[in-house]
């Protein structure tokens, strides 16, 4: 059973952080995350953690401005990936969002990197706004 629950282990949460900013090819992604790792709670203040549990899964909703905020860290342990966790994630994710009031949803990818995630972006409606340097802008009108 799959589960996906509000972040109360911060160290959890830290741990799988860090293991998906050793991808490589994903580095760039995580520019201030040492700042990030510092204070989880107030990076991610008016926002949300949410862990999936058939062993943890983080996906992090940070607020940007009152109508915007932006998905961070979508990580899919490699021994659960391929069963549909990342869809149920971001559906979560989005209504979340919703709950929360925002009215749009963005965030960016490195599709060469993370090809199959930026598929399953794309078919769930999510359009590129921009790509630049390896990078693709997304977003989502809720």
């Given at each position: 059973m799959f589960e996906?629950?509000?972040c109360v282990d911060y160290e959890v949460a830290k741990t799988l952080i860090r293991e998906y900013s050793e991808i490589k090819g994903a580095e760039s992604c995580f520019v201030s995350l040492d700042k990030e790792l510092a204070d989880l709670d107030t990076y991610y203040k008016n926002?949300?953690?949410l862990i999936g549990f058939e062993n943890g899964n983080p996906i992090a909703i940070k607020r940007i401005d009152k109508n915007t905020c932006e998905a961070k860290r979508l990580y899919i342990?490699?021994?659960y990936r391929g069963k549909g966790y990342a869809r149920v994630l971001m559906n979560e994710m989005l209504?979340?969002?919703r709950k929360l009031g925002f009215k749009e949803v963005t965030?960016?990818?490195?599709?060469e990197v993370m090809s199959i995630g930026y598929g399953l972006y794309k078919r769930m409606g999510f359009e590129e706004v921009n790509y630049a340097d390896g990078v693709a802008s997304m977003r989502m009108i809720l």
């Open positions: 996906i629950k509000d926002g949300a953690i342990k490699p021994n209504d979340r969002s965030f960016t990818t490195k599709p």
